[in-house]
């Protein structure tokens, strides 16, 4: 079992920045694959940002360039800086992690909040 917790979201004005935080514990040995993803009312969950072990990274279009994806090791911890924030970046961010064998783990999300 992976467990994941979330925090920093908040409320920001438009142009701002935010970093949230991913702390992993548990089973964090068998991760391989980590991201954040999003969810604004009324909209599916979408893809952010990933990380895999060996460092690779992907984003989606909308963020690219404002967001960025890091990894401590040492310290079990994701992190999403996100700058030059918008109004139409307001949802519940999403931490996940995947081990291998394919099972993924969920944190309980973290709301963020840009005001226009």
């Known amino acids: 079992q992976v467990q994941l917790v979330e925090s920093g979201g908040g409320l920001v004005q438009s142009g701002g920045s935010l970093r949230l935080s991913c702390a992993a514990s548990g089973r964090v040995f068998s991760m391989y694959f980590m991201g954040w993803y999003r969810q604004a009312p009324g909209r599916e969950r979408e893809l952010v940002a990933t990380i895999r072990i060996e460092g690779d990274t992907n984003y989606g279009d909308s963020v690219k360039g404002r967001f960025t994806i890091s990894r401590d090791a040492a310290k079990d911890t994701m992190y999403l800086q996100m700058n030059s924030l918008k109004p139409d970046d307001t949802a519940v961010y999403y931490c996940?992690?995947?081990?291998?064998?394919?099972?993924?783990?969920w944190g309980q999300g973290t709301q963020v909040t840009v005001s226009p």
């Open positions: 996940k992690a995947v081990v291998y064998g394919g099972v993924e783990y």
